[in-house]
């Protein structure tokens, strides 16, 4: 089955500490994307790539960084710069093209105390 | 820049009753337009989409026409079920943008038996 996967579902940090969100995909994509969601709230790019070993911020990417050593995989770290993580992270998948819709993940939910 | 505006929610009906949640856009090129869907604690899928304008973009009895003369994307249904109880999003992607996706805030629709 194709498709994106993310892990853990649920994760919980201590304030201070760094944490990485993992995202997989086998749809053979060249783009992936990670979003932000808060409650009652749409989503917000946090960092997306186009192709491997190249990525651009998106609209909110300060405490957050990315890498993208693979196509397959596009892994999220969560810095203790970042003032507000408790959140849903969402990653995505797609061809790149505006033509063509992005592909989501499950979604990971973060809760920092 | 380019933007999506949804109407506001909760929107609430009753089962048969008939959905509009109404979408307009911002944008400087020739976007492709989404409604994407989202089940509770889940990641966004894609319900359906119009590439150019006056496309009808159709799936599970939803539908949308990409109005370029009202720079509209309204998501209609004539007879909603308890199972279409989720939050929309609607959401462009400008060909300039190399498949970023720009998404309204979201609409909660809930619907009672």
């Known amino acids: 089955d194709g498709g994106i996967t993310q892990s853990p579902k649920y994760l919980f940090r201590k304030e201070g500490q760094n944490v990485t969100l993992s995202c997989e995909q086998n749809?053979?994509?060249?783009?992936m994307y990670w979003y932000r969601q808060d409650p009652g709230q749409g989503l917000r790019l946090i960092y997306y790539?186009?192709?491997?070993?190249?990525?651009q911020k998106g609209d909110i990417a300060e405490g957050y960084s990315v890498s993208r050593e693979k196509k397959e995989s596009f892994p999220l770290t969560v810095t203790s710069a970042q003032k507000n993580p408790t959140a849903f992270y969402l990653c995505?998948?797609?061809?790149?093209?505006?033509?063509?819709?992005?592909?989501f993940g499950p979604g990971t939910r973060l809760t920092v105390t | 820049g380019d933007s999506v505006t949804q109407m506001e929610g909760p929107v609430t009906l009753s089962e048969e009753a008939f959905l509009t949640i109404n979408c307009t856009y911002t944008a400087t090129g020739y976007p492709s337009l989404f409604w994407y869907v989202q089940y509770p604690g889940e990641g966004l899928q894609l319900l359906l989409k119009a590439t150019k304008a006056d496309d009808k973009g159709s799936n599970k009895g939803f539908e949308a026409t990409y109005r370029k003369e009202t720079t509209s994307f309204h998501l209609e249904k004539g007879s909603v079920q308890v199972s279409d109880s989720a939050v929309y999003f609607c959401a462009l992607s400008d060909r300039g943008q190399g498949g970023k996706l720009i998404f309204g805030q979201g609409t909660e629709l809930s619907v009672k038996p």
């Open positions: 995505a998948s797609s061809t790149g093209t505006a033509l063509y819709e992005q592909y």
């Open positions: 790539s186009q192709i491997v070993n190249d990525f």
């Open positions: 749809l053979n994509h060249d783009a």
